[in-house]
């Protein structure tokens, strides 16, 4: 069964590092996101993606943060300049179709990134 | 108001019980309905989309209530594996976002 895969599985990196996490979605979906999810927290929306720019993005995705698809198989998030509360589980997801028609999205297992 | 309201639990059951878990939402736009479920630490793994007419999947029945906001989730014969926490996830029309509760933790022992 086709699966959404990201790497790195575990990031650490110094406060203002620049990172970048990587995701490889599910070969025929369109439709591309990246979620979050701070240590005992509920999953966060942080931006979507479809024909190569963004199509949505919450208040917690500002400038430091930019998703980018350099090539036809993988999806990128980069963090600019980290902070402490950047960290965090970061989880790529991917959908064939947008999710307004009821169309499911598929998660990867996720890049855990702390930032000290 | 928050978005979207479970219950954090933990539902502590027994092997074969049945448990139920609900969860409300704010935006009365809300389209799509989904049940996700969620192992420590690892991804929402989907469970089952929530149609209005309500929908079942072998032991997990999922109905859905539009005029009070409202989404359910049933599980019969409670299994040791069915142990995680269990989130209600909300999409409203035309937009890519899901919006996640906090979840409901569930615990199933011998």
């Known amino acids: 069964e086709p699966e959404v895969t990201q790497t790195p599985s575990h990031q650490v990196t110094q406060m203002g590092q620049e990172v970048i996490l990587r995701c490889v979605p599910i070969s025929n979906h369109l439709y591309f996101y990246w979620y979050r999810q701070i240590l005992g927290q509920k999953v966060e929306f942080l931006v979507s993606f479809y024909n190569n720019e963004i199509s949505e993005k919450s208040e917690i995705f500002d400038d430091q943060f930019s998703v980018e698809r350099p090539d036809g198989s993988n999806f990128t998030l980069k963090i600019r300049s980290t902070k402490l509360e950047d960290s965090a589980m970061y989880f790529c997801a991917s959908s064939r179709q947008t999710g307004g028609a009821g169309e499911t999205q598929y998660f990867g297992p996720g890049t855990r990134l702390l930032v000290l | 108001r928050k978005e979207v309201e479970q219950d954090p639990g933990p539902f502590n059951v027994p092997e074969g019980a049945t448990v139920a878990f609900n969860c409300t939402y704010s935006n009365s736009a809300s389209q799509s309905f989904f049940w996700y479920r969620q192992d420590c630490r690892k991804e929402p793994k989907l469970l089952m989309s929530?149609?209005?007419s309500g929908n079942e999947d072998g032991r997990f029945t999922a109905q859905l209530n539009r005029a009070s906001q409202y989404i359910s989730l049933l599980i019969r014969d409670s299994k040791l594996s069915d142990s995680a926490t269990y989130l209600c996830?909300?999409?409203?029309?035309?937009?890519?976002?899901?919006?996640f509760g906090a979840g409901t933790r569930l615990a199933v022992h011998p």
């Open positions: 996830v909300v999409n409203e029309d035309g937009y890519n976002k899901l919006i």
């Open positions: 929530v149609y209005s």
